[in-house]
């Protein structure tokens, strides 16, 4: 009887380790497993960016990353406090590796994102009194030509904490780099590549025992390429018109397809030292700096239009029927326009006479475009203000765009100043750019594109992608060429720009001054070339500028730079 | 003294194979990527395995009676020594809290709780084989339970919850193989049943009806059914307070038995590697000395309460079973031995000794795959440790001498 429950016990005993050893090995052989191999990432370089001549605008260059592993918070202290002198850290980075590890304590911990050949030639001499040290070999973010395309790329960094708990960057760990701004935050999923991984071997207390992987390392996976419209070339001519002096903003756009050329906020800052963590200084250097170097004055910054919306205000008149192409107001300008008890000036203050639609253009006379404004009507105006996408953001491929700022409908000037507040004045304000108007300059360059195109209003874009073109209105070609011929007297003598036209090429354009009541105005000009057959819209906004003859001088030199390589582009193109 | 010397050759060769595989075990435990103290053990462990197959010769030389003539006071040494650690006894390994261990400064001497763990069952045969006839009462075992009652007392003083497991194993076997009727054994086991199921209300009130309708057929005198029904109410009320009283890691052990899970980093981690160790061996192994949990130290006590592990890790069922299968041979082999010995002292001792090593393996193993709570008590002749490995070859040679003393002659039992 007891030899019978002996052999009952052992093989109830020899039963249990049939159903762990061979029914569950599977499932035990896979924790064995993750107990004993710790994948360390290998992180993918990001695409490159090309620039349309296939010039790099943003590359990768080998640097290293020093990251450790820790069983706890207290251990990853510890060998911070051992590590520190030799790494020269800061409580700021030390900060930031515990961020790190908190977040993903079984991942390796980023101490240096970017660390210097000096420190890793010690490291190395080091190594066996630091066995949790990963040193590896990173692709780091560069940008050959630094401020001049910082406008338009923007920069890497590392994931922040609320990156992390947004669902768009579910796949993300802690330590990564991802696009911060600018095309690099616009376009990260295509941007970003496949991290790989390497296997180690580590003991029970997470230390490395082998040094070659037990398994095979999946390597990362580079990300495409980027193909941007930028011309890289025109691109650095802009940043020299701008020099050190001027600040605001320009961008080149081709009307037929949208291709952003060039795009430039002045003055800019250099991506490559955000790279791997904003240095303190600089970062402060740039936030105290008055020309706020940080808001970018092509797409984020808002100014009235000026003048340069007449050609907004002149389309929506013609397209409304209030006004022939011949036909003359009826109060001639001569210096100033009476509207009930208030006397609102030209800019001209001995007066323009009467005028047509071309000549007011050419001279760009206030009076003109008030008596204009008050035909086409408050609510009409509004609507096809809108329907100019003057209430819109431009939709250029960058993430940081403002929304330009129109007013909805009437109802807007009912809600902010009461239904009996206001008066139709305002329609006088916004027939002249000024009033409830405020656009980026992109978003100007985009209307007139719209106009170089015969209303077909394209969509800027960086990258090189399908154009997006969309009608935003219908002008007779009467109609069209008398505006055009508008724009085109303001760059022959006489003009608003004249001074600003070039030997042998037919420019188009209008120039403007934005009222500042925080200081001097800021000049605006937005023309096209050739005039007859568009191949590039210039916009410029120059911050205290004044008046826009300075700002036409900048957009008239970036046309000319463009259009003198353009047949040789032509030649190329046809071969 | 001029009888000729029969070995067992069976017995012998069972412990003996049982105790190679140990020692390679032992070797194969120290082999980790960072290297321990534990690497050079396997040395000792031979030495202790020497020493104590040479007490098992001499015993084997000397004779049953001598045996049983030098119980008395050989019980009596090991009750001193197991008395003197509480006052001088130190802490080892898992076991840190308890005082286990006698030890002259520093140094540790050896566990003579692993020595008493023989003496108690000598004993206990010797007290049970002075009995005219079997117990039928609670009263009848007065003595025996007193035999294994005091140095059970202070082993749990010490506090050493698994060696205490073992001498309750060893005193039911014992009581059973004297011939005590099933009913009484249940009966002198229910309040200790009581207490475990004091936890559940619904349960421990089954259990209570089901005692009541044993009393009332077995009738016991009416005082002994009467205080055991009571003392069934009192560890059935009282368990509650004794679970506030157990030390924290007892607790811990307790309830990281029912759910290793609940603590994974501390007590459960060992459970839960264990488990990893020997599900990850699958049927062939990982290979002799080449088990990644032991290897890289995911394993804890790899060469002492969980040996047994890297037997299943690197040897997978194939070895896990071979093992087993030692143990049953070994086992079978002594109740044979039981059987057929010369008296009941003989017997009772065969039968002891069997039964103590029967709850070792049973608990240690068990413990490997989460079966049994973490009790601490080492595996026989695979867990490295000296006093038991001495202590369990002195059993072998005892067992050699009563197989030799045996009805019959030893060849009569290859059957």
Known sequence: MSSMALAIGFVLLVGAFFKTQVIQYKQYVMQSEENRLRPIPLPAPRGIIYDRHGEVIAENLPAYSVSITAPSVDSLRSALAQLGPTLQLGQNDINNAIRRYRRAPTRPTVILPDATID?????????????RLIIQSVPKRYYPDGPVVASFVGYTGEITESDLNDPKYASYKPGQQIGKAGLEKQYEPILHGKEGVRFDEVDARGRP????????????????????????????????????????????????????LALYSAPSWDPNKFTGGIPVEYYKQLLEDKRRPLVNKAIQGTYPPGSTFKLATSIIGLEEGVVGVNDHMPVPCTGGYQFGNRYFRCWEKKGHGSLSLEGAIKHSCDVYFYQLGLKIGLAKFIAGGIQLTMRDKSGID?????????????????????PRGWSN?????????????????????????????????????????????????????????????????????????????????????????????GGDDHGWFVGFAPADKPKIVVAVLLEFGLHGSRAAHIASAIIGHYLKVGPIKAVMDEG | MSRPIVSDFRLLAAAGILSLFGVAMVYSAGQTDTPTAVATLYKSQILWLLIGMGFAYAVGHSSVRFIEWMTTPLYALS????????????????????????????????????????????????????????????????KPALVVGIPWAIIMLQPDLGTGIVFIGIFFAMLFWAGVAWPLLILIASPAISLVLSFSVGLWGMWFFLLLA??????????????????????????????????????????????????????????????????????????????????????PEQHTDFIFSVVGEELGFLGVTIALALFLWLFLRITKIAERANDSYSSLVAFGLMSSWFVHVLVNVGMTLNLMPITGIPLPFFSYGGSFLLASWLAVGILMRISGEGRGSALSLRR
């Open chain 2, 214 to 299: 044993l009393v009332l057929w077995y009738r016991p005198y009416l005082i002994e059914g009467i205080v055991l029904m009571v003392l069934n109410v009192a560890t059935g009320v009282v368990a509650p307070m004794m679970w506030e009283k157990l030390a924290p890691y007892q607790q811990n052990r307790l309830k990281v038995f029912i759910d290793p899970s609940a603590d994974p980093r501390a007590s459960g981690y060992h459970v839960i590697q264990s488990k990893v160790a020997i599900g990850s061996g699958g049927f062939f192994g990982k290979g002799f000395t080449l088990g990644t949990q032991k290897r890289l130290a995911f394993l």
């Open chain 1, 209 to 260: 025992v082998r040094g070659e992987g037990p398994r095979p390392d999946l390597n990362p996976e580079g990300a495409p390429p980027l193909y941007t419209n930028i011309d890289l070339d025109l691109q650095k001519f802009t940043v020299g018109l701008f020099a050190d002096s001027l600040q605001g903003g320009a961008v080149a756009i081709d009307p037929n397809t949208g291709e952003v």
């Open chain 1, 119 to 131: 420190i890793v030639s010690v490291l190395e001499e080091h190594r066996l009194d630091f066995p």
């Open chain 2, 79 to 142: 009750i001193f020594l197991l008395g003197l650690t509480l006052v001088i006894g130190k802490g080892a390994g898992t076991a840190a809290s308890t005082k286990s261990w006698l030890a002259i400064g520093s140094h540790r001497i050896g566990q003579p709780s692993e020595i008493a763990k023989v003496t108690v069952v000598l004993m206990l045969a010797k007290v049970l084989a002075s009995q005219r006839e079997t117990p039928k009462s609670l009263l009848d075992l007065w």
């Open chain 1, 398 to 418: 960058l993430p940081e765009e403002t929304q330009a700022r129109w007013p909805y409908a009437i109802d807007y000037y009912n809600k902010k100043y009461g």
């Open chain 1, 425 to 517: 004045a305002e329609t006088l304000n916004l027939a002249i750019g000024q009033g409830a108007n405020s656009q980026t300059v992109v978003n100007m360059a985009k209307l007139y594109s719209a106009f170089a195109a015969k209303g077909m209003a394209p969509r800027p874009e960086i990258a090189h992608l399908v154009p997006q073109r969309k009608q935003v209105f219908t002008l007779t070609s009467i109609q069209d060429s008398v505006v055009l011929e508008g724009l085109k007297a303001v760059l022959e003598a006489g003009g608003t720009a004249g001074a600003s036209a070039i030997q042998g090429l037919t420019l188009a354009g209008k120039t403007g001054t934005a009222q500042n009541t």
